[in-house]
Structure formats: structure tokens, C-alpha cells
């Protein structure tokens, strides 16, 4: 949590024509803007202690996730016929023209990461640096994808959500035979043992499924492109006891990408609690 920043208020950005409400916090006054995004799950309050030193060097801008915490729901596509890609480009760019921001980093953990990468995506010319904690969206997964590429699929993975007992059976299949580590499986039960938590995993995963739309290898290219000097500004962080995302995974998944990786001696859920000691790492300017 962020200690004593847990009770700085929360700003909105309401869209009124999206009916759209994405609710962030805004901490320190630093010259130099990272926007932060947290994982499923979770909300703003996830990320570690942020320091004086920290908040007279930086501004964060830390976001609540669709279907999580303080933004709204009218992300899902009960709401809008408009395509999730397309009402997040609307809110961001607002939301930068709203706090008069031009240049700035960007820094996700697991499912935040695919917002961060998308943020990316859509201005590549504002970006400075990019920080990845144990990120989700490097590469598509095939689960993910065949539950929420159509519309039949999505019926059937609603179906699923809602029959937990079939659910779980399924999931305790895949452990036996070991295509399912047996923590993930506990995790997803505990995610799912509620009609609300299932509703969540369901418009969680619909919304994100092309988010970001294009490959990282073709965001950062699209980066490099605004940049003059040539300059590393990827970063990934891992956790050495993490049963999601593993460094093996992401060095075969971001082959022939310069970047940065650092492990840290933790859990998947810890790393958000060390943003002091990741961002103590940097050695680049932002």
C-alpha cells in the first residue's frame, strides 16, 4: 500500500459520451511523469511506500484498471459499442491534455503491463522509458485468446465462469497432469469463488484481449523512430520465486530487443511493493 499516500483523494476523468469514468491518483511534483498501472486484482493502492526524495523527483499518476477499484465499468461492452482500444485512446489523451503532460514513462505489473505497453503504442512520440514488473502481454496466450477472439467463445467461457464446480474441475484436471501449477490453480480459486469475481475475470479478460494491437517489438520500434539518439528504454523486472512469468519465458519472447532485465528476491505480488528499489536501478535519463 502506499502508507501515508493512502490518503491522497482520488481525481476522475469522466468522459460524458462514453459514460466513461477512470479514476487515478496523482502523488508527488516531480519534473519527471510516470503513469502507473497495477495488476488484476488489485488497485492503486498496491504499489510500495513512495518517498519524499521519490516524490520531489517524480509525479505518479496511478490508475485504477478498468473493472477495478474506482473506474467504472462502462469499459465493458454492455455499455458502449465503442471498441475497448478506442475508448482508452480517448480517455488518455484526455487525461495527458487535462494535466498539461507531453513526455513521460510508463510502468505496468502483470496485467497493468498491457496498458503500459499500450500507452506506448498509441504515442509513441511522449514516451521516455518503459518499465515491465513480471509483465503480461509480452506474447499472446492461446487460452486467453480462443476464451475471448469470438463470440461463441465467449458465451462458452461465460458459461464456464459461472458453473465454478466445472470450472475448478477443470483446473484441478490440468494440475494433475501438469499443465497447471497447483498455486496458480489455488489463485484462481480464490479469484473466482464469487459471482461478482467471476463477472470481473470475464469482462477483465474481453476487454483486454487486444490490448495492446500490435507486438512490443513493433511498439518499440515505432518508439525508436521518434527518438534522435539511440538510447536504452526498456526495463524488466522479475521475481525469482514467480510461478507466472518467468525470466526464460521473457528472454525467448523478447529475442533480438534491447532491453534491461533485473530479478529480485520475491514473489509475483511483492514486486509491486518495491517500485523505491526498481526505480533506485535506472542509471537512463528520463
Excluded at 519472447?253 to 532485465?261: E, W
Aim: aromatic share 16%; glycine share 4%.
Amino acid at each position: 500500500m502506499f502508507s501515508d499516500n493512502k490518503v491522497i483523494s482520488y481525481e476522475y476523468l469522466y468522459l460524458e459520451k462514453e459514460r466513461l469514468r477512470l479514476a487515478y491518483k496523482k502523488i508527488g511534483n516531480g519534473q519527471k511523469n510516470i503513469l502507473l498501472f497495477h495488476g488484476y486484482g488489485q488497485d492503486c493502492h498496491c504499489w510500495g511506500k513512495i518517498s519524499k526524495n521519490l516524490k520531489e523527483e517524480y509525479t505518479f499518476y496511478c490508475f485504477d484498471l478498468p473493472f477495478h477499484g474506482q473506474t467504472n465499468d462502462c469499459f465493458s461492452e454492455n455499455f458502449t459499442e465503442i471498441s475497448p482500444k478506442k475508448q482508452l485512446e480517448i480517455a488518455f489523451k484526455t487525461f495527458l491534455e487535462k494535466n498539461n503532460i507531453t513526455d513521460f514513462s510508463v510502468l505496468g505489473f502483470s496485467l497493468g503491463a498491457r496498458l503500459a505497453l499500450f500507452c506506448a503504442e498509441i504515442f509513441p512520440q511522449n514516451i521516455q522509458n518503459i518499465f515491465l514488473l513480471a509483465p503480461d502481454g509480452i506474447k499472446n496466450n492461446f487460452w486467453f485468446g480462443l476464451a475471448t477472439r469470438f463470440w461463441f467463445s465467449k458465451m462458452l467461457f461465460s458459461a464456464f465462469l459461472a458453473n465454478q464446480s466445472i470450472f475448478i474441475k477443470f483446473g484441478k484436471m490440468l494440475s494433475t497432469i501438469g499443465l497447471l501449477d497447483k498455486s496458480i490453480l489455488n489463485f484462481v480459486i480464490n479469484q473466482t469463488n464469487s459471482t461478482q469475481k467471476r463477472q470481473k475475470i470475464y469482462n477483465t479478460w474481453c476487454f483486454f484481449a487486444d490490448i495492446p494491437s500490435i507486438s512490443i517489438k513493433k511498439i518499440l520500434a515505432k518508439i525508436t523512430k521518434t527518438i534522435a539518439t539511440k538510447k536504452q528504454f526498456l526495463s524488466v523486472f522479475l521475481a525469482q520465486n514467480d510461478i507466472f512469468i518467468t525470466e526464460k519465458n521473457i528472454k525467448q519472447n523478447l529475442q533480438n530487443i534491447d532491453f534491461k532485465i533485473v530479478t529480485f528476491d520475491c514473489n509475483h505480488f511483492k514486486l509491486p511493493l518495491l517500485l523505491e528499489e526498481i526505480l533506485a536501478t535506472e542509471t537512463v535519463n528520463l
